[in-house]
């Protein structure tokens, strides 16, 4: 299975999630959030950033993940329909995830669009190391995105 990243680190390791919450993980955890699609993956790095031309990082990739089919991965249910508005709700739910070590992969629904999805890494997990990139490309951006009508 292929999943996608656009970082400015290749490592796999989760140490962002050390630092920083985010969605589905609290400070102190490492996890590497990673998207079903390229697009799937521009777009979570979009929602993060003011969109304009000057705040394009220079130094981004796009990684392609792979991960073998058969590898152990739980799919995440969150409860009712507002947990898009609730970071305490899914990063409750990512925390119990990590912390089990049940599974390496996690998919999990995108709180930006419906109907996509997302997978978080739990390095943690010994079968985490069947998971590598296997392609590194320069993530160039479009300059549409920043076009003024």
């Known amino acids: 299975m292929d999943l996608w990243r656009i970082s ?24 590497v959030y990673l998207a079903e699609s390229p697009a799937g993956a521009l777009i979570e790095v979009l929602v993060h950033m003011e969109l304009n031309e000057k705040s394009w990082p220079r130094h981004y990739n796009l990684m392609r993940v792979t991960a073998p089919d058969d590898l152990e991965t739980e799919t995440i249910k969150v409860p009712g329909d507002d947990w898009r508005q609730s970071l305490r709700i899914t990063r409750e739910i990512g925390d119990e995830w990590l912390d089990s070590r049940r599974t390496a992969l996690a998919r999990v629904p995108s709180a930006i669009l419906p109907n996509t999805w997302n997978a978080l890494l739990n390095p943690a997990r010994p079968t985490a190391d069947q998971i590598r990139v296997v392609e590194t490309i320069r993530a160039e951006y479009d300059p549409r995105l920043f076009a003024k009508s």
Do not use: Q, V
């Open 8 to 31: 400015k680190y290749s490592s796999l390791s989760g140490e962002g999630g050390l630092r920083y919450s985010a969605r589905w993980h609290s400070a102190g955890k490492r996890i």
